[in-house]
């Protein structure tokens, strides 16, 4: 799956896996290569979790999940490299 920021490919994940990243704070289009995407505003010094999960037939779809829910699922996933 491949994970996109402001229409550039930023990195892919695959099951169990988790990307990190920065952006400068702003607003800014996150979202999947093969569609689903939320603009919003990144704050300075904030930390923000999105869960990439299927909707579908060969679909997907990215939500954005609070602080204590994305470290829980960070804590049994590994960094994709």
């Known amino acids: 799956m491949k994970l996109v920021v402001d229409a550039w490919q ?3 994940v695959g099951v169990d896996k988790y990307a990190r990243f920065q952006l ?5 289009t996150i979202g999947l290569s093969t ?9 300075a010094g ?3 979790y999105f869960y990439i999960s299927p909707s579908g037939g060969s679909d ?12 829980e699922m960070v804590s049994g ?3 994709q490299e």
Do not use: K, W
């Open 10 to 12: 930023i990195a892919s």
């Open 24 to 28: 400068e704070p702003g607003t800014h």
């Open 35 to 43: 569609g689903g995407s939320m603009t919003m505003q990144f704050d």
């Open 46 to 48: 904030e930390v923000y």
């Open 60 to 71: 997907f779809e990215i939500e954005r999940v609070n602080p204590e829910r994305g470290r």
């Open 77 to 79: 996933a590994s960094l």
